[in-house]
């Protein structure tokens, strides 16, 4: 998903904004629902063309209270988005002490209120718009970055790491070479935390086996803790920029093809992002789509829905609340947001 004030086009065009205790479970086991039920919270991913960008002004950090509304909904993960580029503002140079100071200050204030951050770095598989993998931005430049961040932030249980926001690399085959190379890199920190891998082509569910599937599955961890990631919209296009949606069978038929190749491959995943309009007929495909992932919850590990935030204004996806009354779509969530089914 593309923040506002993004220079790429894509769904923020239509948000409408005002400004650009869930341990982390062995990848092996499973509970009876997803361990990992929450929300994308935008803002720190702002305004990507302004960099570093005036903080409160360009990008702000979710506040205490956007957390406290969607612990008290039963959510346990949320998916903070950040930029590269604020946090490392030199390749190979140190972190920037405030920004990684606001990232540990949301992380333990989550954990606070039992819930898991996934640290999504959304930057679409550039920096400073040069492509992963190319002369300007080695493979070795990305590893860097994941081998600070995991000093920082390793081994808190309450931690994934989101190697990339929907990396758009020119092959799968590139993009595997840059994935291991931070998968090594945190490891060699010594941290165990879950990695959240990503794929191409908009890290698509529908096209991830056929776009990704051949590449990544070589990936090796040596502690067998990666969790492949994609994201997946309903609307007709699966663009995540109309308020128009699909059939239910289709919906769940855009998973399926995910599901498959996991459990060929002994492998666990996480939707990052998916949304619908307030559209009661697309309300009404959570129900569907949030089902399929329990009954496959021994290969799916959990989900972000996108997305909050007070900054999105009307904006068609929001769960955030409407003048304190919630969101058709939170309505339609609550009923996944326990261990039993619902």
């Known amino acids: 998903m593309t923040l506002p004030h993004s220079s790429r086009p894509g769904r923020w065009l239509l948000c409408g904004c005002l400004i650009a205790t869930a341990l982390a479970l062995p990848v092996g086991r499973h509970a009876d629902a997803q361990t990992y039920r929450g929300v994308n919270l935008a803002g720190a991913g702002y305004s990507s063309s302004k960099l570093p960008g005036r903080y409160g002004y360009d990008y702000l950090y979710p506040k205490p209270a956007e957390v406290d509304y969607f612990t008290a909904q039963g959510m346990n993960t949320f998916r903070l988005s950040v930029l590269w580029e604020r946090l490392q503002p030199a390749l190979n140079g140190p972190l920037d002490e405030k920004e990684l100071q606001r990232v540990q200050q949301f992380i333990a204030y989550a954990q606070s209120k039992g819930?898991?951050?996934?640290?999504?770095?959304?930057?679409?598989?550039?920096?400073?718009?040069?492509?992963?993998?190319?002369?300007?931005?080695?493979?070795?430049?990305?590893?860097?970055?994941?081998?600070?961040?995991?000093?920082?932030?390793?081994?808190?249980?309450?931690?994934?790491?989101?190697?990339?926001?929907?990396?758009?690399?020119?092959?799968?085959?590139?993009?595997?070479?840059?994935?291991?190379?931070?998968?090594?890199a945190i490891r060699k920190t010594g941290s165990h935390n879950i990695i959240l891998v990503p794929g191409i082509g908009w890290d698509s569910a529908l096209g991830f086996a056929k776009l990704n599937g051949d590449a990544l599955g070589q990936l090796h961890d040596p502690d067998n803790r990666l969790v492949y990631e994609v994201h997946e919209y309903f609307d007709p296009d699966a663009s995540g920029t109309k308020p128009a949606c699909i059939s239910q069978d289709q919906a769940v038929g855009r998973l399926k093809p995910f599901t498959?190749?996991?459990?060929?491959?002994?492998?666990?995943?996480?939707?990052?992002?998916?949304?619908?309009s307030r559209q009661p007929e697309c309300v009404a495909l959570l129900k569907p789509v949030l089902s399929h992932l329990r009954d496959n919850a021994d290969v799916w590990s959990g989900w972000t829905y996108w997305a909050a935030g007070p900054l999105w204004g009307n904006y068609m996806f929001t769960l955030e609340p409407d003048h304190g009354q919630d969101r058709p779509q939170m309505e339609a969530i609550k009923p996944f947001l326990s261990q039993s089914a619902p």
């Open 115 to 184: 819930a898991t951050t996934v640290l999504d770095i959304h930057n679409y598989g550039r920096y400073r718009g040069q492509e992963v993998g190319s002369d300007a931005v080695p493979d070795a430049a990305f590893a860097d970055l994941w081998a600070r961040l995991a000093q920082a932030l390793g081994n808190n249980p309450h931690v994934l790491f989101g190697l990339m926001n929907e990396p758009q690399q020119h092959s799968a085959e590139a993009w595997k070479n840059a994935v291991q190379a931070a998968i090594d």
């Open 260 to 276: 498959d190749w996991l459990h060929a491959h002994k492998a666990h995943g996480f939707l990052g992002e998916f949304g619908v």
